[in-house]
């Protein structure tokens, strides 16, 4: 029986991830996706009670304070209002933040804005030097290396450790961008086979450009509140039953074995113990799939499989396995606007817990999904579990 | 509307300053941790092992093994072993089109006090 900690998803929404070259600004994308998830919620404005904000950097908003800025954009004011950051994680640190101010009894209804302009408003060379500050910026920062280049390392440790090839990376590469075509808000539904992903460049071996994630522009929002103080009390919403969170060395090189995403493991434990459910009550799954490998190094990090390269083989994580994952298309299909890739996994996964995901679906309504974000290189993790409604 | 932002950055390095400085120069200084001996390098100031808060500095050959190597687009990167330190070390490689597994840590290229190994050309000069 799952743990009852007694919050709703009440409501959310996204944008269109994508690179956003339409002249709307972040500030338009926190609006439209605020407003969303408020009409989703069947709440008003001033049924907000504290907003949090996810966004990675202010280098990418050139707005600092983006919270009070946000805030006042979407015309919330004498509220409590603040920003959340873990790199990667950030959508869902602000969403665990967001229900431990519910759980608290500090808020009622708080409403969690991620978002990040991440692709169209700086050159995708500025970006990615941005990104390489992700790591320990003195001294793997230092030696100019880029993410993609500390992922494929983890990568090689990984094919090393286990029987995984190229080919297994492709498949999710590919997988992930065909689901992504039924999601009408993915920046990259790309109809592709494992032989694109071959004929890719190569961007830091083994990653070809096809195995990476983009830089991508949205935003996502969800509120969350405990069921009674919801019209309706909350009937027909996803419930939130278990966070868990945890770090590790944030330089890969120290790690005892750099292809295991250690503190995910301990990250998911927690989220398991938390909701009071085991890995194989999992029915849905939105993992941190910045690249092609990292998909199949968080899935057996998260427990979801005993021998990942075999149950990846076998189909498990198909939209017709016994774990669908990533069927909005994840990092690699649906896109990458950092603040907002948490959040929106926490849409796609109450959406789908409720029957009523607007993309690819599973074969059975799931009873509990997972949802799963890092930052850095699995430094800082974090995992949230929802249940089905009640 | 476009801007344009130019920041230049003065970072003081504070307690890593002594392996920076000897980073410069070309040589691996590494921690010694008080507490459980662990050799750290790049240092820890604090143990990540026992949480000491106390270390000694130990200077290493700079001699190391590559564990891991990826070959980006204009550059390529290892995980490399340094004789007498305990784990790995993520370097740049200053000789990419170098094959062997073995080399020597060099003084950066350019400014930034970046870790670069060069690489032995033979395979013989074993670390």
């Known amino acids: ?390 | 509307m476009r801007l344009s932002i130019a920041l230049d950055y003065t970072l003081p390095e504070g307690g890593m300053a002594p392996y920076f400085d000897a980073l410069r120069a070309g040589v691996a200084l590494a921690s010694r941790c008080k507490g459980c001996g662990r050799i750290s390098f790049p240092p820890r100031l604090v143990c990540a092992e026992c949480g000491a808060e106390a270390h000694d500095w130990a200077r290493l050959s700079g001699r190391a093994r590559v564990v891991l190597r990826t070959d980006a687009l204009a550059a390529a990167f290892a995980l490399a072993r340094f004789e007498g330190a305990d784990g790995t070390t993520t370097v740049a490689l200053g000789n990419p089109e170098a094959r062997g597994e073995t080399g020597q840590l060099m003084a950066p290229n350019g400014p930034r006090p970046g870790l670069w190994l060069r690489l032995n050309e033979r395979e013989t000069d074993h670390a």
């Open chain 1, 1 to 390: 029986m799952a743990n009852e900690i007694g919050m709703v998803v009440a409501g959310g929404a996204l944008t269109r991830f994508g690179r956003r070259k339409d002249g709307s600004s972040f500030r338009d994308w926190a609006r439209q996706a605020f407003a969303a998830a408020l009409r989703d919620a069947g709440l008003q404005r001033r049924d907000i009670d504290a907003l949090i904000v996810a966004s990675e950097s202010d280098f990418l908003t050139l707005q600092l304070n983006p919270a009070s800025l946000l805030a006042d954009e979407l015309g919330l004011f004498g509220i409590r209002v603040m920003r959340a950051e873990g790199g990667g994680a950030s959508g869902q640190v602000a969403v665990q933040a967001g229900a431990a101010l519910v759980s608290s009894g500090q808020a009622r209804r708080v409403a969690v804005l991620g978002l990040e302009p991440a692709a169209a408003h700086l050159s995708g060379a500025d970006v990615a030097a941005l990104y390489s500050l992700s790591f320990d910026a003195w001294t793997d920062g230092m030696t100019g290396i880029d993410s993609t280049s500390i992922y494929a390392m983890s990568a090689l440790a990984f094919m090393r450790r286990t029987d995984a090839t190229v080919s297994d990376f492709a498949r999710v590469a590919v997988r992930n961008r065909q689901n992504a075509r039924h999601n009408p808000n993915a920046h990259l539904p790309l109809d592709i086979a494992p032989e694109d992903v071959a004929a890719s460049t190569m961007i830091a071996a083994p990653y070809r450009r096809l195995d990476c994630s983009p830089l991508s522009d949205g935003a996502a929002c969800v509120i969350l509140s405990q069921p009674g103080n919801l019209p309706g009390t909350g009937k027909g919403r996803a419930r939130l039953v278990g966070m868990g969170s945890a770090n590790d060395r944030v330089r890969l090189a120290e790690r005892a074995d750099p292809g295991t995403f250690a503190a995910k493991r301990l990250a998911a434990q927690q989220a398991y113990s938390h909701a009071g459910i085991t890995p194989a009550q999992i029915e849905l799954a939105e993992v941190y799939d910045s690249y092609s490998g990292a998909q199949l190094q968080a899935l057996e990090a998260l427990g979801l499989a005993d021998d990942v390269v075999a149950a990846e083989r076998r189909g498990v994580f198909d939209a017709t396995g016994t774990v669908p994952t990533n069927l909005s298309g994840g990092l690699l299909g649906q896109g990458a606007p950092v603040g907002a890739t948490g959040v929106a996994q926490i849409v796609s996964c109450a959406h789908q817990l409720e029957g009523r995901y607007a993309g690819l679906g599973p074969r059975i309504t799931p009873r509990f999904a997972l949802a799963d974000t890092h930052g850095g290189i699995a430094t800082l993790c974090a995992v949230t579990i929802l249940g089905g409604v009640e």
